[in-house]
């Protein structure tokens, strides 16, 4: 089974700080990446597929890359409603294992 | 617009069965590949397995094999997720969620996801 593995596991972050968020795979994955957004009580959204795809309705700030076995993902600038977890997962074949997910708090 | 509804909240002893349905609406039932996901308190996700509705053809994490089902009903378009031999650590919140894909050739990962359903192991 594929591995993924996030970090930082957490971080503290002011509104409109850049955050980057880190991914990597156990063996390559290509672009088989999708990054969620999940806050507390709700079920996780999609933000980001294919690496580097931004779903749509998702804020152009969250932006993806990557490809093979690393991957990040970017807030450009943090919002208050950017406050959240953030798991990645991979699509390459099942079973598709998510990371451990990032929290992301305020400073 | 694409709406997943699953059943209620479940209380189970240790050592029991649960069935969580996820009803689908607003697409084509046939086309698009179900993913089961959990999540215990405070904890990760944890991918758990996939239907194909076209078909039925399953993939489940090895973990859970012999321990987890998935069927579907494609006249009511509901899938269902069955877990026997229930222990505490089942104690989770249970997701299903549809596949981004519109063609079951490919698995895009989980895009629509149900409101969860909470499964908790008591004695």
């Known amino acids: 089974d594929i591995q993924m593995t996030q970090s930082p596991s957490s971080l503290s972050a002011s509104v409109g700080d850049r955050v980057t968020i880190t991914c990597r795979a156990s063996?390559?994955?290509?672009?088989?990446l999708n990054w969620y957004q999940q806050k507390p009580g709700k079920a996780p959204n999609l933000l980001i597929y294919?690496?580097?795809s931004l779903q749509s309705g998702v804020p152009s700030r969250f932006s993806g890359s990557g490809s093979g076995t690393d991957f990040t993902l970017t807030i450009s600038s943090l919002q208050p409603e950017d406050f959240a977890t953030y798991y990645c997962?991979?699509?390459?074949?099942?079973?598709?294992?998510f990371g451990g997910g990032t929290k992301v708090d305020i400073k | 617009h694409v709406q997943l509804v699953q059943s209620g909240a479940e209380v189970k002893k240790p050592g029991a069965s649960v069935k969580v349905s996820c009803k689908a609406s607003?697409?084509?039932?046939?086309?698009?590949?179900l993913h089961w996901v959990r999540q215990a308190p405070g904890q990760g996700l944890e991918w758990m397995g996939i239907?194909?509705?076209?078909?039925?053809?399953?993939s489940y994490v090895e973990k859970f094999q012999g321990r987890v089902t998935l069927t579907l009903d494609t006249s009511t378009s509901t899938v269902y997720m069955e877990l026997t031999s229930l222990k505490f650590e089942d104690t989770a919140m249970y997701y299903c969620?549809?596949?981004?894909?519109?063609?079951?050739?490919?698995?895009?990962?989980?895009?629509?996801w149900g409101q969860g359903t909470l499964v908790t192991v008591s004695s």
């Open positions: 607003g697409y084509t039932f046939t086309n698009y590949y």
């Open positions: 969620a549809r596949d981004g894909a519109s063609t079951v050739a490919t698995i895009a990962g989980p895009y629509d």
């Open positions: 063996q390559s994955i290509r672009t088989y």
């Open positions: 239907i194909n509705p076209s078909g039925g053809g399953v």
């Open positions: 294919a690496a580097s």
């Open positions: 997962q991979h699509t390459y074949t099942p079973p598709l294992t």
